[in-house]
């Protein structure tokens, strides 16, 4: 059984950073993304990082967010720079059994598995 789970949200001023990690256990998957939603807002994609370690980002994260894993596939890092209060939301792990190149208009029921979810929120 697949598990997920987030850690490293909080609360930051605006141009702070923070480190969110997602802790994998069950299997390897070889798609992992990081979605976040805002209250009213649909969840959307921040990053991706696929198969082969190639990466893609929301527009407005690019500059600012890092997707990387450690050398086991095991742990998920979004590293996030500049933080903004537009930042603020639900940041979510998820990972799906794709070997292909992922896009960020993938849509949520494409991803099997998912984490509960880490808050961030940057005051301005």
């Not at 598990?3 to 001023?13: A, C, K, M, N, P």
């Not at 976040?36 to 198969?51: F, L, N, T």
């Not at 998820?94 to 029921?109: M, N, Q």
Request: glycine share 12%; net charge neutral; with cysteine.
């Amino acid at each position: 059984q697949v598990q997920l789970v987030e850690s490293g949200g909080g609360s930051v001023q605006a141009g702070g950073s923070l480190r969110l990690s997602c802790a994998v256990s069950g299997g390897t998957i070889p798609c992992m993304t990081w979605f976040r939603q805002a209250p009213g807002k649909e969840r959307e994609i921040v990053a991706v990082i696929d198969y082969d370690g190639a990466t893609t980002y929301a527009d407005s994260v690019k500059g600012r967010f890092t997707i990387s894993k450690d050398s086991t596939g095991n742990i998920l890092y979004l590293q996030m720079n500049s933080l903004k209060p537009d930042d603020t939301a639900m940041y979510y792990c998820a990972a799906r059994h794709f070997w292909g190149r992922s896009s960020v208009t993938a849509l949520t029921t494409a991803y099997p598995f998912w984490g509960p979810g880490t808050q961030v929120t940057v005051s301005s």
